[in-house]
């Protein structure tokens, strides 16, 4: 049932025009590059028997690396994002030699170094071309197909996530699975909440280019996905897919179903007893409140960005570079990290670039304004366009918006 859903709910994706009229090898190539970058930047395992690999954690990043270089030649660059890549290795490097810290990292060098490339990156020039269309239907297939899975507990879905896309720390695939959140290959409930969101935003934007009924019903299937992931960032993701959604849903049959929607929700509140409803407030003020997560995890005075936060207020101008220090936390905080490690260059730089190539890549400035905010507003949760997966999306959305916006504009 869920298969012949989502096959009638994409059959309008693989009718979607190119942009402009050319067909020709370079396209093509184009398209297959940026497939392969998607697909491998997905779905590339980070973990063999549930034991974590840093080698099987690069391979999505080196092959993004050499993937970027390739379109760089065929398609050119931009100036502008350009030279702010450049501010932002700079950066990196001439802090680590500053320091006083010399526990270099070589391989925090990557992230940066595929970001700096992607941002100088020319997609604009990039059709929506069939090896994108048909990548992009099979990533949606299996991540709907597996969160299902999940989410009915199934074991053996599980078990193959736990082998094989454990992240972050031994025990974090495991416990989430076993609260039966769908956290697919991302290993963290709330970067699973920023992909279904952005897959959601994706699909809402092809149906305010299509109208078509099915487009809809699957955008509401990844804000569906939202609510079992129990994190502060799915709740807050599933409240601004909200707001996006009623802002897009003016057509007949769009307010039908989502008003439909919402009535069986509201039917479904109503037939909940005392001690159900209680539980369930509960759990979300428990996932809200929780001091190992969440603002008050992350920015209070015992968060684990409070030794950031000092070290910041006492050297606002010293990062770190790639070194390394224990006594700091790394991740939970873009703007964290970036002044952690390059100061106010490299905060400027790295933003400043990212807003450039959005605008510079995509053919409306309120798409790119989009855009911007929903990596920006992410980032305060999470290092979120340094993690090498969500850095391989990020032209398939170039490329995917710039062809709704030929007929409709955000």
Known sequence: MTSSIAATAWKSDLALPQIGQRSDSRDRFSNLLLAAILLIGIYCPTSIDGQQSPWLWAIPGFVAIAGFVILMIVHGIWSGPFLCSVIVMASLLGYTVMTSLWTVTPGALLPYALVALLLSANFSRINYGWPLRVSWIAL??????????????????????????????????????????PILMFGSHSIAAFFFFVCFYLHLRMHTYTRSFWSLAVSLVYLGLLIPLKSVSAYFLAIGALAVLIYHTFDRRAILLVGGCIFIAVIGASLM??????????????????????????????????????????????????????????????????????????????????????????????????VFLIYFAFEIAFSNLLYLRTACVLPLVIVYLNTASTRQTL
Do not use: C
């Open 140 to 181: 949606n297939t299996v991540n709907i197909g597996l969160s299902l899975l999940i989410i009915a507990d199934v074991r053996p879905a599980k078990q193959f996530i736990i082998a094989y896309y454990s992240a972050f720390y031994d025990t974090l695939a495991t416990s989430m699975l076993n609260a039966d959140k």
């Open 273 to 370: 007893t005392n001690a159900q409803w209680e539980g369930a407030t509960s759990t979300v003020e428990r996932v809200i409140a929780a001091p190992e997560s969440g603002f008050q995890g992350r920015y209070s005075s015992s968060g684990v960005l409070a030794a950031n936060l000092r070290y910041i207020g006492e050297h606002p101008l010293r990062g770190i570079g790639i070194n390394y220090s224990d006594t700091l936390w790394y991740g939970d905080s873009g703007p964290t990290e970036l002044m952690i490690r390059g100061s106010l260059p490299l905060l400027l730089a790295f933003y400043g670039g990212f807003w450039l190539f959005l605008r510079m890549n995509l053919r409306s400035s309120r798409t790119a304004a989009a």
